[in-house]
């Protein structure tokens, strides 16, 4: 099976002119972990992700040593947030991300998503988005074809 197969067809998708509120409300609304921006040309230009926004709120220093974290005054989190409120897309998004082609064998996703430690992975075509795959997405197919062909109780 190849991941043009597997994919989910509707992936969370921003322009680089978007706003840091639209993003935020964007990861809100759903269960996605990265929103894929796209341009004017409809080409996958960047990422952003849960942990790229988390990342530009929470100082470096408290990400290395943790018990300098509770020494952050409190309502710095809510006050760095509110200052990215003006950010766009395009300054948040990562441009150095894992694509995997649409012809791409399922074990080549599973294999690339286990050892990158990643949720999600977007498929192209000629920088094009066609779809995204989630770690459900293997899951789910593993499970029809586990549960076919009556091999439900073994």
Known sequence: MKAIEI????????????TFHYLLWSF??????????????????GVVSE????????P????????LA????EGFFEKKGRELKDERAKDLMRKDF?????DAPIIEVA?????????????VRDKKLLGVIYRG??????????????????
């Open 70 to 73: 509770h020494r952050i005054t």
């Open 7 to 18: 994919m989910n067809i509707q992936p969370f998708t921003a322009r680089p002119e978007d």
């Open 60 to 67: 470096k220093f408290a990400g290395i040593d943790l018990s």
């Open 111 to 123: 294999a690339k998503m286990l050892y990158e430690r990643i949720f999600d992975l977007p498929v």
């Open 137 to 154: 997405n293997l899951l789910n197919h593993l499970a029809e074809v586990m549960f076919s062909n009556n091999d439900k109780d073994q």
């Open 98 to 102: 894992t694509i995997i082609d649409e």
């Open 28 to 45: 809100t609304k759903s269960d996605h972990h990265n929103i894929y921006v796209k341009d004017e040309n409809d080409d996958l230009v």
């Open 51 to 58: 942990f790229d926004i988390l990342g530009r709120i929470v």
